[in-house]
């Protein structure tokens, strides 16, 4: 699980060319959008629009009828009196209504639109070269992509775009990912292994691949992409599809309220007019929710996709909200991916600075990062002389093998150049120095062989000891040279180099929040439980699952959610996938390998598990939006009632204007007000539906009261405050009709 | 000043001993529905097994919502079609001494809708119109198996709530009858004596005929009055032996038999609160729906109190001294009882409309308009304020679901209540639940008032006042109240049957979307809580609640109490009555 073969990116990071929110070209698509979709077998979709729809049509022939019926000259214009003009604004006003919300379903999929475009762009028809046999050097013949099918055998040389989603099953080959990333450094695919896996669209820069080809045309990962974030595919989540029940009940019960009032306005005296009864209707239903609801729905996918996260279904982004344990890896997530030199730790009788510098050496060609960190903490504690002089040297580096599990540097001639060497004699010469760095019961058998004795063997043992309990790696470092004139050969250990993981800067703070959201996080490490446990220690995770294989994630899964709880994790091996299919919402890492990418629910195209903990927040935000719109939206009603109940019965009850507290100039102007405010709020909450209300990893009841006083206190009295100053505006321009 | 230092000091001993019976007996009750041993089991486990043996009934096994739901409507529809057989033929039946007539059909289906509801709604006057035997085995009978009933549906949804990954919700039967033998009987055995001991009686002597001091003829009706009138008012149902129910002196005759009556109405609603935090791990889940209610019923009492204590403003132009003081209670005493004076009258209807009780001991078609606007209101929010016995619960069970449903998503996760996820099918079942009593009330409310057979029995008031008696029929209907403005004539056909379909509905069409949602509750995993769970206890829990609960009635019937009670108010301000 640690090859992560894109570099961890920083996590905010967005999409190259992401599509900025108020695009022109996309506003003037949605403008049209918003128009297309007043098409009721379209509106019937989202039933508290649809009654918005039927009104406004109830209305307009209400005003073509006043047109034609009032009493007056023959010439229209000189027909329309208060009365009919008042029909007309609020019949244009719920058409608005109508208009956008569409137009905010219409942003949102325009969003999605343009991104799916640019990967289209990446999806142009390709040439393959099908193989006959999964050979090299089988004979292949060139078809058109399309046209391969799951199984097929394809050669993909440099040069060549991969004509489909697939497995590496000989070669090994640098591939340009970022048509698909966005990420412009190449990556290496090979067979075998967790880097195995190709997309198709990405193209091979270097050597030469075979491909298995993994899905039919119209299955791959671009197509599910460009599904995805066109929302074609969008199905309701179970959370919606809950919250639409909602809603449709309610405004069952406006329209059960509107509806019975007539009967009780002719017991009163007189009917109230059709035309207040549907803006008293419609101000009621939950029109400002109902018209974002889809909206906020596709802006979470996409918020997703900009974050460089595919996720197969809307129901996964849901759950990520919900996720109550989070599985994270230690390598590359918890801590920087590789261990580094910390400390020197040299024996009684050593100084620091031959420790130092005899690690520096047996250290200068080792090209890992372990050994690169050595070197980088011993130039810090040591002068650079002997360095400098090894280059006159005649020495062998000695590279780490499985075998001896050490690595070192043999010194073939000594620094006074006494013996000195002669090209040709080098390989029959004895070494005069050797230096060697590895796990202690390497080095002491090395030593131990060299003729050297263990004289300070116990406190050596307690030292490697307490390094391993602290969580770090001990390396020791020994060197034997010859004295004398026989050469006689001697050996002694100098002392350990401390090799820490370090646990990335931050880390602490987020599991901290993490902990407020009421997330814990369960550390998954390879490492022996004691080593683990440090690390935990300092990392701040709340528990962590050491020496983990396959079979025990699985378990630890499964015992999470026998608990009830919600478990999300990440990750790229083929042994991973059992786990990621068996957790709630399971992250494979784009550069992980197919089994991994199926079993998963979501995939990071950047490959940074890090960003398991966004993905949550952007599952919390969704709910958080829907939550706090349908809360505003409700609370909205109070104010409604106060500007048009008095007004609907301003001639029966003129007592009841007592009830005006807004003190609104005309009933005309209070009906009128408060169907514009219904009408303007879902425009100015657009941005906030497809940006999301802004989370904060507080715990529920701080979260809650906030939002309760933004959204429900607000929502009571934002109403009053806006229909007012529609009023005020009404009455200087002289619309109060 | 519109509340006296005397109508605090009586309220707030009211609410202190509410406070002090709830957890005692909600403990009882707790152990009662779980099966357990009480010291009452001596008593009666021999006879609990008398009668499991006689009826064929294995208590042990436990039913799913579906058998749960078809035994209560099989039971309840029996027991209606009795009473109805039972009106209709009292006339060859012994214990009426007064040879009463069958009762006409309309009204003995009406009655038999009524009382099998836990309504009580009376078209009649129990005194003219029922037998002993008719009131004494028929409606005293489903006192108790109303108010039986609607505490096992309270359990069985309550059971829903606690148990987890499980199918069941409880026997029926067995939650039938212990309700009716563990707590009804023995509570109604000693309150009926405490009653007799203040002078309310208990005969089956034939009535009594009494020349008055003034030279004319009274007749006084008699009955085993003691032994029916505490049923009433523990089982919230509220139908009276006679027709002035609670203000009659031998229903309800002194001050402390008031006290008394109150306490039953109102105690084992708000212990059942209790018994459902018990039965579901955590008490606070329960005291935070008591608290939910008792800020509800102070509220309520609050615009009542000052409205009644202040009077009618007209006849204070007239120069009516309606100050209270030591000689006389003040304020609008018009349908009041002397000796209940302004705060008991008041703190009765409020106690028996936040409840689903409807018993009376003033009458709420004289109060003013805003004092008749807080009974009906406390009925059309769902008798969740403490409520009717269960019922109370369950409705309050709703709201709560719904607020953490509205609200919940805000904390960022699927809405949870006691750690099971609200989702589609809850929503669906609170939804259905929610849609009931608008579509009823609003519904037969908006044809009452423009058909003439509905008109025509608006024969006192008309205005404003006769829509809110109209309103306040189907209201108390629907909510299975069963108290009235009065001012209407209720016995015509028209109302009977509208009366009888809307206590019916208001009853049964809720409760099974209620164990519905029990039902699908129970099979649910528990979600451990964290520091991510929305709370469902504190302070911000229980005014959400509350808020929830008053937005959701003032957005359903605003507009109708706008031109009944609110426009009356405002008339009457102006110097117009109906």
């Keep these: 699980m640690s090859s992560h073969t894109l570099e961890v990116r920083p996590w905010k990071t967005r999409r190259k060319g992401a599509v900025s929110s108020f695009d022109p070209q996309i506003v003037r698509q949605a403008l049209l959008d918003a128009f297309r979709k007043l098409d009721p077998r379209w509106q019937i979709k989202n039933p508290v629009m649809f009654v918005v729809e039927v009104g406004s049509v109830i209305t307009t022939i209400e005003f073509v009828r006043l047109l034609l019926t009032a009493p007056g000259p023959a010439f229209p214009a000189a027909r329309l009196h208060n009365e009919t003009l008042f029909v007309l604004a609020v019949s244009l006003w719920l058409w608005f209504t109508v208009l956008f919300a569409n137009f905010a379903e219409a942003m949102a999929e325009g969003r999605g639109k343009a991104q799916a475009e640019t990967l289209r762009r990446a999806r142009t028809t390709t040439m393959a070269k099908r193989l006959r046999r999964p050979e090299r050097s089988a004979p292949w013949e060139e078809v058109p992509a399309p046209a391969l099918r799951k199984g097929d055998y394809v050669l993909v040389e440099a040069g060549d775009v991969i004509p489909g989603d697939g497995e590496v099953i000989e070669g090994v080959a640098a591939v340009d990912e970022s048509a698909i990333t966005g990420e412009s450094a190449p990556v290496i695919r090979e067979s075998g292994g967790d880097r195995s896996a190709v997309t198709g669209g990405t193209r091979v820069l270097s050597d030469w691949i075979i491909v298995r080809i993994g899905a039919n045309p119209g299955e791959t990962f671009l197509d599910r992409m460009i599904a995805l974030v066109e929302g074609a595919q969008r199905q309701k989540t179970p959370n919606e599809i809950a919250l639409n029940i909602l809603l449709a009940s309610l405004t069952i019960i406006f329209l059960l309220v509107v509806v019975s009032l007539e009967p009780f306005a002719i017991y009163s005296g007189s009917p109230v007019s059709i035309t207040t009864l549907i803006a008293l209707l419609v101000c009621l239903i939950p029109t400002t929710i109902g018209g974002l609801l889809s909206a906020i729905g596709i802006a979470g996918m996409d918020r997703l996709v900009q974050r460089n996260v595919l996720a197969m279904s809307g129901r996964a982004v849901e759950a990520a909200g919900d996720i109550d344990v989070l599985l994270l890896d230690k390598t590359g997530t918890i801590t920087l991916g590789n261990r580094q030199a910390t400390r020197f730790l040299p024996l009684p009788g050593i100084d620091e600075q031959a420790l130092a510098q005899a690690a520096l050496l047996a250290s200068l060609a080792d090209e890992t990062p372990e050994g690169r960190s050595i070197v980088a903490l011993a130039r810090e504690r040591s002068a650079i002389g002997e360095e400098a002089s090894l280059q006159q040297q005649a020495s062998r580096f000695v590279p780490f093998s499985a075998m001896t599990r050490m690595s070192g540097l043999d010194v073939l001639a000594d620094t006074d150049g006494q013996a000195a060497s002669v090209r040709g004699e080098e390989e029959a010469a004895p070494p005069v120095r050797t230096i060697r760095k590895g796990a202690a019961e390497a080095i002491i058998a090395y030593v131990h062989e060299h003729g050297g004795d263990n004289t300070h063997g116990e406190l050596l043992q307690r030292t490697v000891d307490e390094i391993a309990r602290a969580g770090s790696t001990p390396l020791v470092v020994a060197e034997t040279w010859r004295t004398g004139q026989d050469h006689q050969e001697q050996a002694r250990v100098l002392g350990v180099i401390e090799l820490k993981d370090i646990v990335k800067g931050g880390m602490r703070e987020r599991f901290e929040q993490l902990r407020r959201m009421g997330i814990r996080t369960i550390m998954i490490t390879g490492d022996n439980p004691l080593t683990a446990a440090a690390i935990a220690r300092e990392a701040g995770v709340d528990d962590f699952l050491a020496q983990a294989t396959p079979e025990t994630k699985l378990k630890l899964i499964r015992e999470q959610q026998a608990g009830g709880r919600m478990v999300a994790m990440t990750g790229d091996g083929t042994n991973d996938a059992p786990a990621l299919a068996q957790a709630d919402v399971g992250v494979a890492m784009n550069s992980g390998t197919q089994a991994a990418k199926e079993a998963a629910n979501m995939i990071d195209l950047d490959s940074n598990p890090t960003k398991l903990i966004e993905i949550v927040e952007i599952g919390k935000q969704l709910l958080i939006t829907r939550g706090a719109l349908t809360t505003f939206s409700i609370a909205n009603d109070v104010a409604k009632y106060f500007a048009i109940i008095p007004a609907a019965f301003s001639t029966t009850y003129p007592q009841l204007n007592a009830l005006n507290i807004m003190g609104l100039a005309t009933p005309h102007s209070a009906v009128l007000s408060a169907v514009i405010f219904n009408a303007l709020i879902i425009i100015a909450l657009i941005p906030l539906a497809l940006r999301g209300v802004k989370y904060r990893p507080f715990g529920a009841g701080p979260l809650l009261r906030r939002n309760l006083l933004i959204y429900g206190l607000g929502g009571i009295v934002a109403p009053f405050v806006g229909i007012k100053l529609i009023d005020l505006l009404l009455s200087l321009l002289h619309l109060t009709l | ?578």
């Design chain 2, 1 to 578: 000043m519109f509340i006296t230092f005397n109508s605090f000091v009586q309220i707030a001993l009211f609410l202190a001993l509410v406070l002090a019976l709830t957890k005692p007996l909600g403990l009882y009750m707790t152990r009662v529905f779980n099966g357990e041993r009480t010291w009452l089991s001596p008593v009666f486990a021999p006879l609990e097994r008398f009668l499991y043996r006689a009826c064929g009934i294995d208590p042990a096994r436990e039913q799913r919502w579906t058998g749960y739901v078809i035994a209560m409507l099989v039971f309840n529809l029996a027991g209606m079609l009795l009473l109805y057989g039972l009106e209709r033929t009292q006339q060859w039946l012994p214990l009426n001494p007064q040879h009463l007539g069958p009762v006409e059909p309309q009204l003995a289906f009406n009655t038999a809708a009524s009382f099998t509801t836990n309504t009580n709604w009376q078209n009649y006057a129990g005194e003219q119109t029922m037998s002993y035997l008719t009131q004494m085995v028929g409606l005293a009978y489903h006192n108790f198996i109303s108010a039986a009933t609607g505490m096992a549906l309270a359990v069985a949804l309550v059971r829903g709530l606690a148990r987890h990954s499980a199918e069941h919700l409880g026997n029926f039967w067995v939650d039938l009858t212990r309700a009716t033998l563990y707590i009804l009987l023995p509570i109604c055995l000693v309150g009926a004596l405490v009653l007799v001991s203040q002078g309310v009686v208990q005969n089956f002597n034939p009535y009594t005929v009494v020349h008055t001091l003034d030279g004319g003829l009274q007749v006084i009706a008699q009955g085993p009055v003691a032994s029916q009138e505490i049923i009433k008012e523990l089982g919230t149902n509220g139908g009276g032996f006679f027709n002035a129910n609670s203000a009659h002196p031998y229903e309800n005759p002194t001050a402390l038999t008031n006290l008394i009556e109150m306490l039953a109405i109102i105690s084992i609603g708000a212990a059942m609160f209790y018994m459902f935090g018990r039965m579901v791990g955590d008490t606070r889940q329960g005291w935070a729906l008591w608290a939910a209610a008792a800020i509800l019923f102070v509220l309520g009492l609050a615009v009542a109190l000052p409205a009644e204590q202040g009077g009618n403003p007209l006849l204070a132009h007239l120069g009516d001294n309606q100050q209270a003081s030591a000689l006389q209670p003040g304020g609008n005493m018009e349908g009041k009882e002397v000796r209940f004076g302004i705060t008991d009258s008041v703190l009765f209807t409020v106690t028996t409309t936040a409840t689903s009780c409807g018993a009376v001991n003033s009458f709420l078609d004289s109060y003013t308009p805003l004092g008749g606007l807080v009974p009906l209101a406390n009925i059309a929010l769902g008798e969740v304020i403490f409520g009717g016995v269960g019922s109370g619960l369950y409705g309050m069970l709703m709201f709560a679901i719904l607020t953490v449903f509205i609200a919940g998503l805000m904390v960022g996760r699927t809405p949870e209540y006691l750690g099971k996820k609200i989702e589609r099918k809850e929503v669906m079942m609170a939804a259905l639940a929610l849609l009931i009593s608008p579509a009823t009330v609003l519904g037969f409310a908006a044809v009452a008032s423009v058909l003439p057979q509905g008109l025509a029995s608006l024969t006192t008031n008309t205005g404003p006042h006769g829509l809110s008696e109209i309103l306040y029929l189907y209201t108390s209907s629907n909510g299975n109240n069963g108290s009235a403005f009065a001012g209407l004539a209720g016995n015509t056909p028209f109302y009977n049957w509208t009366g009888a379909l809307a206590m019916l509905i208001g009853r049964f069409a809720f409760l099974i979307p209620i164990l519905a949602f029990g039902g699908s509750l129970v099979g649910k995993r528990v979600v451990p809580a964290g520091p991510g769970t929305f709370p469902t206890t504190g302070p911000l829990f229980v005014s959400l609640l509350v808020g929830v609960i008053l937005i959701v009635g003032a957005l359903t019937y605003f507009p109708a109490y706008a031109l009944g009670p609110i426009v009356e108010h405002l008339l009457m301000l102006a110097g117009r009555t109906f």
